[in-house]
């Protein structure tokens, strides 16, 4: 009867689910038809490509319990190669993001490989260097980048003939976008793929006890949150036409790693979320100036002094997991047993 009551509830809280979904979708179709504001569309057109960036960030630290503070470069990396295919090769929107993804899934792939055996505070410095590194190189490599001058003649965006122009057709194009790459994730997760990079996340040594393989999947992790921060990276070339190396500094990946904060990690709604607030905040007090900052960073201190797991986390969110230690090694001690059983 307990199992009955108890599959009623699940299938209630699938339905409650869909019905939240599809109010989310449909606000986010009619949000900028309430303002004829081009400013107000632009800075709901920012929301969602922060959106899916924070979301590909979400993937490594949240999924996979990796601790990656230089995603910043690779969304670096996926807007100037993107732009520059588009600027000296002529080639359309499509072909550039498909090389784009490609080049950044090399690109993190090979970033990947020294990070295989390193975690915590080791891993996050070799990724905020890789990160500079990248900001460097377009800074310095003048007859490619123009470097300080910045980047300029990025084409329009045009999709099969037609023209994406700047305001509510790209803000639509960053909601379709944004969708498919939640349900994308939302496939992924709930696969193969999805579990194992969950076990890792949880306990390595139990996951790789019960066969998985730990460096294998870790990469493919890292690999995919770099294609999606460097599409997305592409899409503000495009966006912004006009690309300059101070647009990917450290600050701005330590912006984007407040999103998944402030949301929750280790969930697909979080980082989306903390989008929304995140931007919200530093827009609508642009006005207050510099003590817009002050309050973006007691958001941040209150959230990791009251709910260090985000507003959609769970109490095994991998941030806050410093009172969960001794429980997850018993879970572990278990699961091994069970194994050599």
């Known amino acids: 009867m307990n199992m009955v009551n108890l599959k009623a509830r699940l299938d209630q809280l699938s339905a409650h689910r869909k019905i939240l979904v599809s109010l989310g979708i449909a606000a986010l179709i009619v949000l900028p038809l309430f303002t004829e504001s081009n400013y107000a569309r632009g800075v709901f057109t920012k929301i969602l490509i922060y959106a899916i960036v924070a979301s590909g960030l979400n993937i490594i630290n949240g ?91 990025i084409p329009g965006l045009e999709i099969f003939g037609f023209r994406i122009k700047s305001g509510l057709p790209f803000y639509y194009l960053a909601m379709i976008t944004l969708l498919v790459v939640v349900f994308a994730l939302h496939r992924i997760l709930n696969s193969r793929i999805g579990r194992a990079w969950i076990s890792i996340r949880e306990d390595q040594e139990a996951a790789r006890s019960l066969g998985v393989e730990v460096s294998r999947y870790r990469s493919l992790n890292f690999v995919t949150g770099a294609v999606v921060c460097g599409a997305m990276g592409l899409y503000m070339a495009y966006y912004y036409r006009y690309l300059h190396p101070d647009m990917f500094s450290l600050d701005e990946g330590f912006n984007v790693l407040s999103m998944c904060i402030v949301g929750g990690s280790g969930t697909l709604i979080g980082p989306i979320v903390g989008a929304f607030i995140i931007n919200a905040l530093t827009e609508g007090f642009r006005f207050s100036g510099e003590w817009r900052m002050v309050m973006y960073a007691v958001l941040i201190i209150t959230m990791m002094w009251m709910r260090p797991q985000g507003l959609f986390g769970t109490r095994d969110s991998v941030i806050a997991n410093t009172s969960l230690t001794a429980g997850r090694k018993r879970r572990s001690a278990k699961i091994k047993e069970k194994a050599v059983e």
């Open 63 to 153: 999924y996979s319990g990796q601790s990656c503070l230089g995603i910043v470069g690779f969304l670096c990396i996926g807007a100037y190669t993107g732009a520059l295919l588009a600027i000296n090769l002529k080639l359309p929107f499509l072909v550039c993001l498909l090389l784009t993804m490609v080049i950044c899934a090399v690109i993190g792939f090979l970033v990947s490989l020294p990070t295989l055996k390193l975690n915590g505070m080791f891993l996050s410095i070799i990724t905020l260097g890789f990160a500079e590194m990248m900001r460097l190189l377009a800074l310095n490599w003048q007859s490619l980048t123009k470097g300080p001058i910045g980047l300029k003649g």
